[in-house]
């Protein structure tokens, strides 16, 4: 009798009734949800806070450069001494006193003023100050040696390059930003699955051990079937979370933002800024080519390649765990052995990121994406940038051979350590546990 689907079956139902497992179904999306939207809630408190900050020009030259914005008022003090501006700055509802000393020329301008505050002024803030005398001083200077600076601003040109392929398609900046997106997360998310999902089939197989259930069950099921139907069972357990998460995120984000009226991604605003300035693009234009670049992205071959690297790597760390899980009897018993098995994941997420970005298709990239231990993550951010097909298929060829090599290996060591009690194995222990 193919006792594998029953398995499967029960290790399922197992953890879908588990009442830890249902709790933290619906309260992971709710504390995430939450997270979110107090920060979106205190950034927008944060971006509506209005900063005071007086300004003690003695060299007279920066009298109509500072304008009021949204979040900065300018007050402008005159007739006074530093020491009687500063005294202003810390009796009043002040942020910062900002002092431009006179100097004997615009050159020694430019490292003198000086900012007070009582507490270190934000980045932002800093840069905006820097940028209006920086942009006043070289006004100044083009003024001293006769030269027209609108003239200069008109005859100023932005050069922007096309980016095109060989066989004529256009592609752009944002293109690069989006794959690195799509790669990134992708590798990550399958990361953080193995890690969390891994470690339920460990604790899994010890309490089953520890309660000695394990000794019913084995004398009727084969240790492979057995060790197949524990991580299939509870891989269609964490998509089942999974898939919850996702729901259940998106209802509450959107429930919050008609309800409170607050943005849970109001957060990531200033990146967003932050992000179409380095690329030097208005946002309208890069909304554009987002979107060209959203659609050039080869989206079939993602989501077929993403579940397959997604079921292969998570099958081929869940075996190594679930073996762990056998060859101890507790959990702080798997230190020792945990740190192999973790130290391929880490390299994966360190080449994808810092080598994989810049060089997608070098030497280094390649390699690792071929490796079974780090494919599913490199490969999966290497895709986005184009790679050929025959490459991932052997990538996943040689993945899931690797999987079904390690599970046999893993069965002889699940089949032995989940009967051994009392004792800590060894390394050689475990080499020996494998010519059984």
Do not use: C
Request: no cysteine.
């Amino acid at each position: 009798m193919n006792h594998l689907p029953l398995i499967i079956k029960r290790e399922y139902l197992n953890k879908v009734r588990n009442k830890s497992f249902i709790i933290m179904t619906f309260l992971s999306p709710l504390i995430f949800v939450g997270i979110f939207a107090l920060v979106g809630y205190l950034s927008s408190v944060n971006n509506d806070n209005v900063r005071n900050i007086s300004v003690y020009d003695e060299s007279g030259m920066f009298a109509n450069s500072f304008e009021d914005t949204a979040t900065e008022n300018y007050n402008l003090l005159t007739n006074l001494t530093l020491e009687q501006a500063k005294a202003i700055g810390k009796d009043t509802d002040t942020y910062g006193l900002l002092y431009i000393p006179k100097t004997e020329n615009l050159e020694g301008l430019s490292k003198s003023a000086t900012f007070f505050s009582e507490e270190s002024p934000s980045l932002g803030l800093m840069k905006d100050v820097e940028r209006i005398i920086e942009r006043q001083v070289n006004n100044d200077i083009l003024k001293r040696e006769n030269i027209d600076s609108d003239r200069i601003k008109q005859l100023r040109l932005e050069v922007e390059i096309r980016q095109e392929t060989f066989e004529g398609k256009e592609t752009s900046k944002v293109d690069s930003i989006a794959k690195l997106i799509f790669g990134g997360a992708a590798g990550y998310l399958l990361f953080m699955f193995i890690i969390i999902y891994g470690n339920m089939i460990m604790r899994s197989v010890i309490e089953e051990k520890t309660s000695r259930i394990i000794e019913i069950i084995i004398s009727s099921v084969k240790p492979i079937k057995l060790l197949l139907g524990k991580i299939i069972g509870t891989s269609l357990a964490g998509v089942t979370q999974f898939v919850a998460w996702v729901i259940l995120i998106g209802v509450l984000s959107t429930v919050v933002s008609l309800v409170f009226g607050v943005d849970p991604g109001a957060m990531q605003e200033k990146q967003a800024q932050m992000m179409v300035e380095g690329v030097g693009q208005n946002p309208q234009d890069m909304i554009t080519q987002a979107y060209g670049a959203y659609q050039s992205l080869p989206l079939a071959n993602l989501v077929i390649m993403f579940l397959l690297f997604f079921i292969g790597g998570y099958l081929l760390y869940a075996s190594l765990y679930a073996a762990i899980g056998a060859a101890v009897d507790s959990e702080t018993d798997t230190q020792q052995f945990m740190m192999p098995i973790l130290m391929p994941l880490i390299l994966s997420v360190y080449v994808g990121f810092f080598t994989v970005i810049e060089n997608p298709h070098g030497t280094v990239s390649q390699v690792f994406s071929y490796i079974p231990f780090t494919s599913p993550v490199v490969m999966l951010m290497r895709i986005p940038f184009g790679v050929p097909v025959w490459q991932q298929i052997l990538s996943v060829v040689i993945l899931f051979a690797t999987f079904i090599g390690i599970v046999f290996f893993a069965a002889k060591i699940y089949r032995v350590g989940i009967l051994m009690y009392g004792k800590k194995p060894t390394y050689k222990e475990l080499i020996k546990w494998l010519k059984y």
